[in-house]
C-alpha cells in the first residue's frame, strides 16, 4: 500500500466520519429542541415523540437545585465534624502533655471543661434548646 491509497482512504473516513457526526448533532439537537417546545417542530404531532415541556423541566430544576443543597448540607455537616475531631484531638494532645509536665489540677479541668462544652454544642445540639422553634 502507497501513500496515495493511504490518503485517499483516510480523507474518505475523515468525511465519513465528519458528515455521519454532522448528522447526528443535527437530528440529537432537532429532537432537543422539540422536545423542550413541546412538539412544535416542523408540523410533528406532540403524541409521536415524549416530550419535556416546559413544567416538566421547572420540577427538574428543582429537583436538581434541592439536591445541590442537600449536598452542601452534608459537606457543611461533614466539614464541621471534622474541625471538631481536630479541635477534640487536639485539646486531648494537650491535656496528655500538661499532665506529663505537672500542670495544676485547675489547668486540666479548664482544658476538660472546653472539651465538654464543643460535646454539648457539637454532639449534643444544646444550644437548639433555646432557639426559637427548635426541638432536639
Known sequence: MDNTQIFVIATVALVLLTVG???????VFYLFSYMVTG???AGIPADTVPRIGVMALAAWKKERDETRARRARLSA???SGVMVLIWLATLTVLEFLANMIGVSTVAMFIIALIKAGIILQFFMH????WLEGGSH
Open 39 to 41: 412538539g412544535a417542530v
Open 126 to 129: 444544646i444550644s437548639s434548646l
Open 21 to 27: 457526526g454532522g448528522v447526528t448533532m443535527a437530528a
Open 77 to 79: 455537616a461533614y466539614r
